[in-house]
C-alpha cells in the first residue's frame, strides 16, 4: 500500500526465528495465484505457520496469540521484529507482497536477504538493519511488556526502544527513501521527472 513514510511508533510483533526464508513467508503453492490484491496475500503470510491442516489457527504461532493477535489495520502492530537473515531462499516477490498485504510497514533485523530487502522497499515496507545487540534487547523488551513500542523516524534514519530509550542509526539508499517519504514507487518517480526529461529530449 502506498502510504508516505516519516515517523512511525508502533507495537510490535516478534518473530525471534533465524533464517526465516520466502517459502516459509508464502507457500510456493501460492506463487500460482492470478491476483495481487494485497489481503489475498496478507491473509496467507506464514500461512504454513499460521493454521493447520483443517485451516484451524495454531494456537503456538505468535501471530495466533492474543497479545499479538490484532492487525496492524486496527493500527497496532505495524513492524514486524524478525531474527537474523530474514528472507533468505528464493527471490519471490510475493513474499514481499504478503507482508505488505498484512499490513506491516517495517521489518527490523540484523540481517536481511538482498533481494527480499530489495523488494520489500519496492513494495512500501521499510527493513530496517539493527545490530544484533539491539535486535536481542527488541525481543527481551517485547517478552517483558507485548505492547512497549518501537519509534521508527524515517527522516532521521533511527529506531529507538522506547523502553529503555536505546536508539540506532540505520542505512537506507537515498532514492528508495525518497520514494517512500512521497509514497512514490519507480513509475511515478519518473513520471515526476517528466519535464525535465523532455526538457534533455528536446536539447
Known amino acids: 500500500m502506498k502510504a508516505k513514510f516519516d515517523i512511525i511508533t508502533s507495537t510490535c510483533v516478534p518473530l525471534p526465528l533465524e533464517n526465516v526464508d ?12 492470478t491476483t495481487r490484491e494485497e489481503k489475498f496475500f ?3 503470510l506464514f500461512r504454513d505457520w499460521r493454521y493447520d491442516s483443517d485451516n484451524k489457527p495454531k494456537a503456538g504461532f505468535v501471530f495466533n496469540q492474543p497479545a499479538f493477535s490484532a492487525a496492524p489495520s486496527e493500527g497496532v502492530h505495524q513492524i514486524l521484529v524478525a531474527g537474523k537473515n530474514f528472507g533468505s531462499g528464493s527471490s519471490r516477490e510475493h513474499a514481499a507482497w504478503a507482508i505488505a498485504g498484512y499490513g506491516f510497514r517495517v521489518v527490523i533485523s540484523s540481517f536481511f536477504a538482498d533481494i527480499h530487502k530489495n523488494n520489500e522497499l519496492n513494495n512500501f515496507v521499510l527493513p530496517v538493519v539493527v545490530s544484533e545487540g539491539f535486535l536481542a534487547e527488541l ?11 518501537v519509534k521508527v523516524d524515517v527522516p532521521n534514519q533511527t529506531v529507538t526502544n522506547l523502553a529503555t ?12 527513501k525518497y520514494c517512500l517519504m512521497n509514497a512514490l514507487d519507480d513509475i511515478d518517480y519518473l513520471l515526476q521527472q517528466k519535464s525535465k526529461i523532455e526538457a534533455y529530449e528536446n536539447k
Not at 22 to 33: E, H
Not at 165 to 176: L, P
Open 22 to 33: 520466502t517459502d516459509q513467508i508464502i507457500p510456493a503453492r501460492f506463487l500460482k495465484a
Open 42 to 44: 496478507g491473509d496467507n
Open 139 to 149: 525481543f527481551e523488551s517485547i517478552k517483558n511488556d507485548p505492547q512497549m513500542k
Open 165 to 176: 530509550g536505546k536508539s540506532e542509526k540505520f542505512e537506507i539508499n537515498g532514492y528508495k
